[in-house]
């Protein structure tokens, strides 16, 4: 749920200052005027650390509530991908990542999805066609609903190779050519 992201970038900018920079770049690339995090524990609570942030060329005060919804879910995004093996499960599994997301924040999200993949197993469920032209077809299984079960099929790219000279993945889904559409029963 994220309670503990501030803590955890805290540990991070403490123990593993190589992966902590690589989240904060992360989020600077979709947040421009994002600068750092200001990760300290509070006096009152030791144990409590928010999160807490400055914008480039001020001094004003920014706390999770003045970052929009997109801007939260990637620094959670960049935090779970981008952290360091030994700390990353096998599995990661992630439900619709680019909601409330840029375009341009989509784009860099299907870029740490590709090299987190390299050694973790990561499984996404999207809806996005943009999302999805990130993608090469033998990354994408498409769930449909087959006598009331779910089967999984992975696109092959051979037989999408005349549909993909003209297509993106994303529009030949939007064009309803690769399944996964609700059906009845």
């Known amino acids: 749920d994220g309670s503990n992201l501030a803590a955890f970038l805290y540990y991070l900018r403490e123990k593993h200052e190589a992966a902590y920079k690589l989240i904060r770049a992360s989020v600077q690339r979709v947040a421009p005027f994002f600068d750092d995090f200001q990760l300290q524990p509070l006096k ?6 928010l999160l807490e942030w400055r914008h480039k060329n001020s001094d004003a005060y920014f706390d999770a509530s003045s970052l929009s919804d997109g801007t939260l879910r990637f620094i959670a995004l960049a935090t779970l991908l981008l952290q360091p093996q030994q700390y990353r499960p096998s599995v990661i599994l992630v439900d619709e990542p680019e909601l409330g997301l840029h375009p341009m924040a989509i784009t860099i999200l299907a870029s740490l999805v590709r090299a987190a993949s390299e050694k973790t197993q990561v499984i996404l469920s999207t809806q996005s066609p943009l999302l999805l032209d990130h993608f090469e077809p033998e990354d994408v299984l498409v769930a449909d609903r087959v006598d009331g079960s779910t089967q999984f ?3 092959n790219k051979a037989k999408l190779e005349n549909w993909l000279k003209d297509y993106s993945l994303g529009q030949l889904w939007e064009k309803n050519e ?8």
């Open 44 to 49: 009152l609570k030791p144990d409590t650390i």
């Open 153 to 155: 099929t992975r696109l």
């Open 178 to 185: 690769l399944g996964g559409r609700p059906s009845k029963g």
